[in-house]
């Protein structure tokens, strides 16, 4: 092998390698809000205007769990900010199952699908999504969908929390009855790496749906 054919491996090796992304929403003001001026700490649809998203890039939402963080590729669930219509092939809830106020949180959500994503927070009844916790990108098709979001092993059923007294918490609190057991939103648990060992649950798992996943596998879906 001549040097330059070496030289070329070794640049596709490198490309290939940086091919994905991950961006930090909101960059240093991460995914907030302040309840008592009733705003977001950015304005998002400004921080994602003119970047560029691929499949199989990464939105590391850097938040707590007084946020959530909802994906839909369902226009009218994303302008209604509610999750209330919203059905489970469409629109996800990202969090690590923790319902105490205020627990850093931090989501990663790999972009699988083309064409328009929708982001908001559902927390605080709408409030939060209608000042400003709430922005869209346009995903491109880039170099496509990494292995490892094509194909991932259908994840075990697990059971959703309840709390002993039956009352409801966030993140929790925002979903419409039946949510994960087939009907309603699709929940989905954050990766270890978030997970807080101390707080009782031991059911977060990486892309773990309570809901129907295994007869639903979502990232197949790679649409052009
Ligand atoms: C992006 O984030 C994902 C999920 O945490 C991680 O697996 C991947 O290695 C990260 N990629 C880069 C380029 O940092
Ligand atoms: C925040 O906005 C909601 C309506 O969107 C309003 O009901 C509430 O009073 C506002 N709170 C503050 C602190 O301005
Ligand atoms: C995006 O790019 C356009 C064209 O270059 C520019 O006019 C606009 O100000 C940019 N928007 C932001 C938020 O940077
Ligand atoms: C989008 O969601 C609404 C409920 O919020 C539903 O009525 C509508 O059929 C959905 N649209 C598509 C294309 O699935
Ligand atoms: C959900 O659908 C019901 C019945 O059509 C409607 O009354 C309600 O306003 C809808 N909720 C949202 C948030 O769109
Ligand atoms: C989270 O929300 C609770 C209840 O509204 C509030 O008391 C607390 O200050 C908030 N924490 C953070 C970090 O925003
Ligand atoms: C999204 O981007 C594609 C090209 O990458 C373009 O064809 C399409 O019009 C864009 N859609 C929107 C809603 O901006
Ligand atoms: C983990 O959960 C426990 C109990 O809910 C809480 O006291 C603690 O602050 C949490 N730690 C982190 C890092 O979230």
């Known amino acids: ?112 699908i083309v064409g328009p994503n929708y982001f908001f927070s559902d927390a605080d009844d709408a409030v939060q999504c209608e000042n400003g916790m709430a922005f869209e990108i346009n995903v491109s098709h880039g170099v496509g969908l990494p292995p490892s979001l094509n194909q991932p092993p259908p994840p075990p059923y697990v059971e959703p929390p309840s709390n002993a007294d039956g009352s409801l918490t966030p993140p929790v609190a925002n979903l419409p009855s039946g949510a994960g057991l087939g009907s309603g939103v699709n929940v989905r648990m954050t990766p270890w790496s978030s997970f807080n060992a101390s707080s009782g649950y031991n059911y977060a798992h990486l892309m773990q749906a309570w809901s129907n996943f295994g007869g639903n596998p979502m990232y197949r879906h790679q649409l052009s």
Request: charged letters at 10%; proline letters at 3%.
């Open 1 to 112: 092998m001549s040097p330059a054919v070496h030289f070329t491996l070794f640049a596709l090796f490198i490309t290939g390698a940086t091919a994905y992304t991950n961006y930090t929403v909101g960059g240093t003001a991460g995914w907030l809000f302040d309840q008592n001026t009733n705003k977001s700490s950015t304005d998002y649809a400004t921080w994602a205007a003119n970047k560029t998203f691929d499949l199989g890039d990464y939105l590391i939402f850097n938040t707590n769990t007084n946020q959530t963080v909802v994906l839909t590729y369902n226009e009218t669930t994303f302008r209604s900010c509610s999750i209330d219509n919203s059905s489970d092939t469409d629109t996800f809830f990202y969090g690590n199952g923790n319902q105490q106020f205020g627990q850093p949180l931090t989501v990663e959500v790999p972009l699988t």
